[in-house]
């Protein structure tokens, strides 16, 4: 069973930044993509970033392009979400997940076999 911790998560105000990280378990981590999700109340989880397996592609929502870079690193077993220049509507729980390379692309949440629990990110104007 795979276990996904994500911490760093806070509240800034904006223009701020804030770096999350998403721990895995077990020995396969560096075989599998990894995503960021966020998901704020009452909306659905949505898509925010994903590296490939050994880091060499990554992808970004266009809300967030430009400002948060995804990385990895895979002796730590660790993904991480740097996200510079926050705005008020980047607060939201964000989610890590372990990508199924089968069950479809990166930005879909159906495409994740396991999450982690989430951490809170809040960004004040």
């Known amino acids: 069973q795979v276990q996904l911790v994500e911490s760093g998560g806070g509240s800034v105000q904006a223009g701020g930044s804030l770096r999350l990280s998403c721990a895995a378990s077990?020995?396969?981590?560096?075989?599998?993509?990894m995503g960021w999700f966020r998901q704020a109340p009452g909306k659905e989880r949505e898509f925010v970033a994903a590296?490939?397996?050994?880091?060499?592609?990554?992808y970004y929502a266009d809300s967030v392009q430009g400002r948060f870079t995804c990385s990895r690193d895979n002796a730590k077993n660790t993904v991480y979400l740097q996200m510079n220049s926050l705005k008020p509507e980047d607060t939201a729980v964000y989610y890590c997940g372990r990508h199924n390379y089968y069950a479809g692309g990166y930005d879909r949440v159906n495409s994740y076999d396991f999450w982690g629990q989430g951490t809170q990110v809040t960004v004040s104007s």
């Open positions: 077990g020995r396969t981590f560096s075989s599998y993509g």
């Open positions: 590296i490939s397996w050994n880091g060499g592609a990554t």
